[in-house]
């Protein structure tokens, strides 16, 4: 019983005017549904990942890593120049920040935000 066919409210009698106008509609509405839901899944609906593609975690592992590794060789390239240069803090703070846009730059360019330009990649489309 899907509710569509009861009678009035306590079950008995003929359907009213509404009763078959909301239980026609809801046929056309599970109609539609149904075609929806059987309808193409091809590629262009539900994209298959190959299996080389990495998963979300993987590439939020990754931009992490990317961005930490940064700011992590700023600061040590900053400190080892303090150190031998003997120009200490500046030297740190200013690789630190180098470090900290390197960082930036890498997510940015891991997740896709940045995108090369057609043909500046070094490579052409020759086959």
């Known amino acids: 019983m899907n509710g569509n066919d009861a009678g009035d409210e306590r079950g008995r009698g003929p359907r009213t005017s509404a009763d078959r106008d909301l239980s026609e509609r809801l046929r056309r ?3 539609k549904l ?14 298959e990942r190959s299996s080389s593609e990495p998963s979300a975690m993987g590439r939020a592992f990754r931009m992490s ?7 992590a060789a700023g600061g040590v390239l900053g400190w080892l120049f303090d150190r031998g240069l003997g120009t200490s803090p500046w030297g ?5 920040m180098l470090g900290f846009g390197a960082g930036i730059y890498n997510v940015m360019r891991t997740s896709g935000f940045l995108r090369p330009k057609a043909g500046t990649d070094g490579r052409t489309d020759r086959k």
């Open 29 to 31: 509405l599970e109609g």
């Open 34 to 47: 149904d075609e929806r839901r059987s309808g193409p899944s091809g590629p262009e609906r539900h994209p």
């Open 65 to 71: 890593a990317e961005f930490v590794a940064g700011v």
């Open 92 to 96: 740190l703070m200013i690789f630190l």
